[in-house]
């Protein structure tokens, strides 16, 4: 497998390490705590297409969300998971 | 038909002609007490336990495949209970105990050599670590033996006595623990529950359940039509989120691929289970000569049945620095199976939200070892509509009570465990 890095072009999967479902997102502090559970905890774990986040730790350390498809291992896409503009500063 | 001296011999005789089919290949019948959705291991013993423990027989083990064909036919067979949390030891020791009178139980042989598994450890972290898991093991009456340095080198002379960076340092030593014959285990389960009524279907895959205007269950949609059920139990490691995602249930679990390695067949070398504390790899020889062993999860969620080499490279670089007399030894195969990973790094043999719905999986790596003792514990929770002691920590409710299982202390990360 071979992840399109956008900074650094096409690495071997040795140099990423991985983090997990992209698409759960972080609840607002004061959120219920099945809300917590859930994001911490409950995963949809498909069969196909992935939404997951990367880091591209052994080159240029951005943070990834990689479309990948858990059969197949194809990815779709690649892409900073945060562009450079929204950084706060 | 009893499998006996006298029956080998009466067979003998015929030229192995006469034997009959260790088990039947019914026609789904319209209803079941009790549809188990899956035909590995856990989910024939977990037939076979309710028919002999509860007297509950009128049940049906639905597999898409074959029997076997999932994990249980894909695991490096290794059995022990060196676990280190309270609340996990009394499950798996109870496993243990069951395997230690499986043949004999099921009157099938399948293959139970106690040959012990000897965790290697090199460093002062590490010695200290083995000893606290000792004494957890110990203090819940499960053997456990400290090897020193030299004790090691005798059990395993082929590890590299001369490595300075990881010297040999001692070892945490289960007796009673070692591996079975993974085929021979479904095949054993299969023919007793079988003779003890339960039918057992094969190509049948489950594609939707069926609940009453109360939400409880009341059968499922299968590729050979409806089977209406009074009790659903799923055991269908790899796919457990997908089976229970057509029950609306969304579970702490992510599928991850873990791989395996058979040598080509060597002369006896290996007569124990060793591990290498250093990388990750465990080691045993099979009793055709091949050696079979693995490593770590190849690291990110993945239904593919094969493995990445990344991994391959790096099993064997731990291979060279552990048994460095086997790097000319070729490769004859490998492989990889789709394990369910768990946020604490332990199962779920529980109820769920659904009425009438049951659930064993999330086995990470440890399925193969824990099948007798979990399906019992299963067929127990299906009985009762409670969970056994044995069981009772592991449901589903543990993560939002803040009562994780996770004897390695990684978080809710999956991989990490």
Redesign the interface.
Known sequence: ?RIPCPLCGDR???EFT????ATVTRPAAAAP??AW??Y??????P?GP?R?HWRHAQGCGSWLVVD?N????EITQAAQARPAGEVQR | MQYSITSLAKQALRGHQGWPEAFRHPEPQKQYDVVIIGGGGHGLATAYYLAKNHGITNVAVLEKGWIGSGNTGRNTTIVRSNYLLNSEIPLLEWSLKLWEGLSAELNYNVMFSQRGVLDIFHTDGQRDEAVRRGNAMIMNGVDAVMLNRQQVLEMMPLVDENNGRFPVLGGLLQPRAGNARHDAVVWGYARAADRLGVDIIQNCEVTGFERDADGRMTGVETSRGRIGAGKVAVAVAGHTSQVMQMAGIRLPVESHKLQAFVSEAVKPCVDTVATFGVGHLYISQSDKGGLVFGGMLDGYNSFAQRGNLPIVEDVAEAMMMFLPSLGRVRLLRHWAGVVDMTMDGSPYICKTPVEGLYLNGGWNYTGFKAIPGAAWCFAHTVANDAPHKFNAPFHLDRFAEGRPVDATGGGPFPNHH
């Not at chain 1, 911490?40 to 774990?45: F, G, I």
């Open positions: 497998m071997p999967l040795e991985y983090r997990g479902d705590m099945e559970v859930d911490v905890y409950l995963r949809d774990n069969k992935h997951e990948r858990t059969v197949t291992h």
